[in-house]
């Protein structure tokens, strides 16, 4: 569902201008863009005129903010259609890149063209298979479909995939008897087929954990792992012969769009594979174009200047915040009241900032808007007929900014990049190579970070290498697991043996060690608490000031941290108490508390 704010923008007079003017081959310009404006005008765009717009912008992160800021428009169909992140010639293309460019050619081909679509200059440059090329990359199997003997395994290997003893990444295929399985590269899990004679009789998705088969599927698509179809000047095309002429091109910084294509095709040493950016303009430019810049592009006087102001940074004092936020709503001196929303990513997001506002400034309790979603960067509106609209995402209203870059791809991260979750939060400092210590099976090797679908449900996976090439996918959501190894081993720890009992005996023994230590220090506390120590008084006036203050919801095993701990200092014994938790689980504000 759209959030009825957004009709403000949706159907504001310079809309209209843009809408009125649009004629193929005619270019036009706004000016005055800050912020996500420029995301929410392509999407008012496509909402208004009902025709698929192209949304074209700078650099790669932009793609993943915009995505995420038209999801505020309910049920806009946005699509990314992402770039190969590589230059021509190179074989680390992520197959998840490849698998989603091709999946969206499939489904324009097939007439369900999305709504909108974000992309980069970058990705227009990569050609895509024409029809025949991508009818020899694709495969259709399903229950009945008859392979003969050695035909099936002569495409996967001409496709790019390779035979392992157990499917342990995308690109990967293995045969035991009459049973097949594939990962096909793509957010989707592996498939079994199971084949009596040259028949396939049933096909299921095989879990990754128990690499057990738990769901009937009544077909599978097969894609083809190899690059060399599309990093190719034969049997290619560009993606504009997708876009009919109903598509409107929207381009976000067009100076800056120009300069990334330029600095794209100047480290490429083989034009083959590759669209120069004149001709990706050129075929863009057969559409109706608006160009969406901040300051200025080719034209002096804009088609359209967006009434676009730049978010007022908000004081880092939480309470003045919050009242900057009141102000803004209520209206002071000249500056008129304001229709102020906030976003939060989260409900417990939202009730915090519910909380502050009644506490700090009651008297704006009802006249801040409080809505579930994300934007990237803030601004204000400001509108010839209603309140100016103030959009401001719960972020920069508190300064807490994360990354939010999606993990690609379902090869493994670069030597120099580290394993984190889709949503910025970092799991721990580790780069593929590591050693890390699984805490039920021992020392191992990281060697991938992957997402995979069960079901409806994806899901990332670390793909740990032990002792004989055995391999185990632990779901993020088990995390908690898995530890960098740290110890003082020279050189390489050997690795365990997956399923082996050295080291549950291992365990054992460190676990004997840690009684006797414990017994030892257990007799040092029993006569520590013979004596005095100091105590300390109860919470003041100031202290509780100080924790609302906190902009987050408090965890249960935070606040009982915290409780245990001034229970401690508020009594008369000693205390030696250590409080033991993850990066960013809330160490510094009980220490603070």
């Known amino acids: 569902m759209t959030h009825p704010w957004l009709d403000t923008l949706t159907c504001a007079p310079q809309i209209d201008r843009l809408i009125d003017r649009l004629s193929p081959a005619v270019r036009l310009e706004a000016h005055g863009a800050w912020g996500s404006s420029v995301h929410l005008t392509a999407g008012a765009l496509a909402c208004r005129t009902q025709r698929p717009v192209l949304l074209l912008v700078a650099h790669l992160d932009d793609v993943d903010e915009a995505i995420d800021d038209l999801a505020l428009y309910g049920h806009l169909d946005a699509q990314p259609f992402p770039a190969l992140e590589v230059l021509p010639g190179e074989s ?65 290997e001409n496709a790019g995939y390779k035979r ?60 083809s792992a190899k690059i060399d179809h599309v990093q190719t000047d034969e049997g290619v095309e560009g993606f504009w012969a997708l876009l009919n002429d109903d598509w409107i091109v929207v381009t976000q910084e067009t100076l800056e769009v120009a300069e990334q294509a330029r600095g794209y095709y100047e480290r490429i040493t083989d034009p083959r594979g590759i669209i120069a950016p004149q001709t990706v303009l050129k075929h863009l430019g057969r559409l109706p174009n608006i160009a969406v810049n901040q300051y200025g592009g080719m034209q002096q006087t804009p088609d359209a200047d967006l009434p676009v102001e730049k978010l007022m940074p908000f004081d880092r004092a939480v309470p003045k915040a919050i009242g900057e936020l009141a102000d803004a709503a209520l209206g002071t001196g000249d500056d008129p009241a304001h229709r102020v929303v906030v976003t939060c ?104 970070l992957r997402t995979l679908r069960k079901g409806d449900v994806s899901e990332e996976y670390l793909t740990l290498e032990f002792a004989d090439k055995a ?51 257990l007799q040092v506390q029993a006569a520590r608490q013979t004596l005095p120590g100091i105590r300390y008084p109860d919470d003041t006036l100031m202290t509780r000031q100080f924790e609302d203050e906190f ?29 033991c938790g993850d990066l960013g689980f809330g160490k510094t504000e009980g220490a603070m508390r």
């Open 92 to 156: 680390n293309v992520s197959l998840e890149l490849l698998a989603d460019r091709l999946a969206l050619v499939s489904q324009m081909r097939e007439g369900r063209c999305p709504q909108l679509i974000v992309t980069t200059v970058q990705a227009l440059m990569q050609p895509i298979p024409q029809p025949q090329t991508m009818r020899s990359m694709v495969r259709q199997l399903a229950p009945g479909d008859t392979w003969p003997e050695g035909s099936l395994t002569h495409w996967l």
């Open 164 to 223: 392992a003893d157990a499917v342990g990444q995308p690109g990967d295929y293995a045969i035991r008897g009459g049973i097949v399985d594939i990962f096909p590269p793509g957010n989707v899990p592996p498939v079994r087929l199971d084949f009596f004679d040259d028949e396939i009789e049933s096909i299921a998705e095989v879990d990754i954990d128990s690499m057990g088969s738990d769901r009937r599927l009544e077909r599978v698509r097969l894609l």
């Open 345 to 448: 990513q989260t409900e417990g997001e939202a009730d915090r900032l519910q909380e502050l506002i009644e506490q700090h400034t009651p008297q704006a309790a009802g006249r801040i808007e409080i809505v579930s979603g994300y934007l990237f960067r803030g601004f204000v509106w400001r509108s010839e007929t209603d309140k100016p609209l103030m959009l401001v995402p719960n972020h920069e209203l508190f300064h807490r900014y994360t990354t939010r870059r999606r993990i690609r791809g379902l090869q493994a991260p670069s030597a120099s990049g580290s394993a984190s979750g889709g949503g910025g939060e970092t799991f721990f400092d580790l780069d593929v190579g590591d050693y890390v210590v699984h805490a039920d099976h021992g020392i191992a090797i990281f060697r991938a």
């Open 471 to 521: 391999k185990l996918h632990v779901p993020a959501s088990q995390i908690e697991l898995v530890q960098k190894y740290i110890g003082g081993f020279s050189g390489r720890p050997p690795l365990s043996k997956l399923g082996g009992k050295r080291w549950s005996k291992q365990k054992e023994q460190v676990a004997e060690s840690v009684r006797d230590l414990a017994k030892e220090l």
């Open 551 to 579: 902009p987050y919801t408090e965890t249960d095993d935070q606040l009982a941290a915290i409780g245990e701990i001034k229970k401690d200092m508020t009594g008369p014994p000693p205390t030696d108490r250590l409080i």
